[in-house]
T-cell receptor, first 113, second 115 residues
Framework: GDSVTQMEGPVTLSEEAFLTINCTYTATGYPSLFWYVQYPGEGLQLLLKATKADDKGSNKGFEATYRKETTSFHLEKGSVQVSDSAVYFC????????????FGQGTTLQVKP | NAGVMQNPRHLVRRRGQEARLRCSPM?????VYWYRQLPEEGLKFMVYLQKENIIDESGMPKERFSAEFPKEGPSILRIQQVVRGDSAAYFC?????????????FGSGTRLTVV
């Protein structure tokens, strides 16, 4: 069945370090792909998205490129800040595009000053 | 322009009681989705509703759980006879269209604790 797999956390980085959080998906075709961020005690916020293969989503210094060859959508940021500490979720509607999202298990990022 | 509103933010119930979670979608949104987040896990889809219709309830447990989205008022997720394993964060999301092309808008969640 359709699935989304993220690298396990937690990820601990120093401020200004480079961030990569891996995400791969399994689905038929090329579904939309999303990254959501969840700050402590809050709901999920849409961080960025890509709606077709080879698209690049970007927001707040974060980027992710939809790579159909590797069925991946890895999240990157060149220089993280303490305020980026949160849980990051990769998600996709899968093959059906029926309205429900399949989420990865989440990756906790902790940035230290 | 309020976002997706969920209440209560925190809910404590004793085993065997009923829990009612409410979700008011963003203005103009007629599609509502409920997700459950167990501790240290990702979000799992529960149910997708439109006004007065359940579109997809494939993620709902077969017993004790029900959801509705009436013509007027918020969407309600109802859990009867709660057990400790129901303790989780329950998130509601809404969208204008019945597809995820643009991504959902999530509420802040209701954190249910069963004691």
């Amino acid at each position: 069945g359709d699935s989304v797999t993220q690298m396990e956390g937690p990820v601990t980085l120093s401020e200004e370090a480079f961030l990569t959080i891996n995400c791969t998906y399994t689905a038929t075709g090329y579904p939309s792909l999303f990254w959501y961020v969840q700050y402590p005690g809050e709901g999920l916020q849409l961080l960025l998205k890509a709606t077709k293969a080879d698209d690049k989503g970007s927001n707040k210094g974060f980027e992710a490129t939809y790579r159909k060859e590797t069925t991946s959508f890895h999240l990157e940021k060149g220089s993280v800040q303490v305020s980026d500490s949160a849980v990051y979720f990769c998600a996709s509607p899968g093959s059906g595009n029926t309205g429900k999202l399949i989420f990865g298990q989440g990756t906790t990022l902790q940035v230290k000053p | 322009n309020a976002g997706v509103m969920q209440n209560p933010r925190h809910l404590v119930r004793r085993r065997g009681q009923e829990a009612r979670l409410r979700c008011s979608p963003m203005k103009g949104h007629s599609h509502v989705y409920w997700y459950r987040q167990l501790p240290e896990e990702g979000l799992k889809f529960m149910v997708y509703l439109q006004k007065e219709n359940i579109i997809d309830e494939s993620g709902m447990p077969k017993e004790r759980f029900s959801a509705e989205f009436p013509k007027e008022g918020p969407s309600i997720l109802r859990i009867q006879q709660v057990v400790r394993g129901d303790s989780a964060a329950y998130f509601c999301a809404s969208s204008e269209l019945g597809e995820v092309f643009y991504g959902y808008t999530f509420g802040s969640g209701t954190r249910l604790t069963v004691v």
